[in-house]
């Protein structure tokens, strides 16, 4: 979908690119694997470009995307008497989700809007959004090709994990020749494809193992005729493994592995109510439609949104009733 305000193409998003100075990028809440290997991917070709290009999370990352990254140049506040001239917001769907230190103070800055999730709002001065993509990682890589940035072995770890992660190591729906051509390209440009599977899928730490365990034993419930799993991940559940919920992101697809199911969602409480990770076997069944009814939104076979209630009762009473829906 293209507006007045939508760059046409990978070579008109790349020329405007160069057009910036004195960034600032963000991405969504709970940044996952495609969020944060796209940012910093586009920081360091940005900086290699001159250009100042701050990166901001409002917490620390996790102990694998840190082993994955190999980096630290992001901040976690403003910087003390200092104005952006411009915000890049990577892979997020609408300004809402987007995490940022003072959303008030976001309004009066341009946004340059890169995503590709087929419900992206176009909330962005300019936008450049592929729903085609498997992951926004894909299509910084393609903008970085498409200016002739130099694409070191740094950026090119970045953006393979980006594409892993999203693609769940290239198993997933989205995953077609194209997107396998480009991963050939990365590890050529000297992405360390063993490294960055060896961190994502053989290694975790014992908290999450034990944490998976105790899920799978005693708290995952099953509905709808065994099509409909899900989970909540309280703070007592977390605290008693001794992680933390950034540690978690293949949790849900642990769960989804179960023979019969549809639809599976993990719930873990945020400052507004509940937050809902679902995901979708089935194209026919989209979680997409699910999210986007609690002002949320995603892709067909992964999506999120939040439930703002008070109890996890009523979160998964709402959440059940919405799956059922689906799946009648």
Same mark, same amino acid.
């Given at each position: ?176 020749? %194209? ?14 494809? %063993? ?62 592995? !179960?023979?019969?199911? !549809? ?26 439609? !699910? ?34 829906? !689906?799946?009648?």
């Amino acid at each position: 979908m293209m507006t007045n305000n939508s760059l046409s193409c990978v070579k008109e998003a790349s020329e405007y690119l160069l057009t910036l100075d004195n960034i600032i990028i963000f991405t969504h809440e709970r940044p996952d694997g495609d969020a944060i290997g796209s940012v910093f991917a586009l920081q360091k070709a940005l900086k290699r470009s001159g250009k100042m290009a701050d990166v901001y999370f409002s917490e620390s990352l996790s102990a694998r995307d840190s082993a994955l990254i190999n980096e630290n140049t992001y901040i976690s506040k403003r910087r003390a008497n200092h104005d952006y001239s411009v915000c890049i917001a990577l892979d997020c769907g609408n300004f809402e989700r987007l995490e940022t230190f003072d959303k008030r103070k976001m309004l009066n800055i341009p946004i340059l809007n890169i995503d590709h999730h087929q419900d992206n709002t176009l909330f962005g001065a300019r936008n450049f959004v592929d729903s085609k993509a498997c992951a926004t990682a894909e299509i910084i890589f393609d903008i970085l090709l498409a200016g002739k940035n130099e694409i070191t072995g740094d950026i090119a770890n970045c953006l393979l994990m980006g594409i892993m992660l999203d693609t769940g190591g290239l198993r997933f729906d989205n995953t077609n020749a %194209n997107v396998l051509r480009k991963v050939a390209t990365l590890v050529d440009l000297g992405a360390e494809y %063993n490294l960055i599977v060896k961190n994502i899928y053989f290694t975790k730490p014992l908290g999450v193992m034990t944490l998976e365990s105790d899920v799978i034993l005693a708290h995952t419930k099953i509905a709808c005729n065994g099509k409909f799993a899900y989970a909540y991940l309280s703070e007592k559940l977390l605290d008693k493994h001794k992680t933390k919920y950034k540690d978690t992101e293949g949790t849900i697809d642990y769960i989804r592995t !179960i023979d019969g199911l !549809i639809i599976t969602a993990i719930l873990s409480k945020n400052k507004d109510g509940f937050r809902v990770s679902l995901r979708s076997n089935n194209a026919n069944y989209p979680v997409s439609t !699910i999210a986007k009814e609690m002002s949320g939104g995603g892709h067909k076979l992964a999506a999120g949104c939040t439930i703002n209630v008070n109890t996890i009762e009523e979160a998964e009473k709402i959440l059940l009733e919405k799956v059922s829906s !689906i799946l009648k």
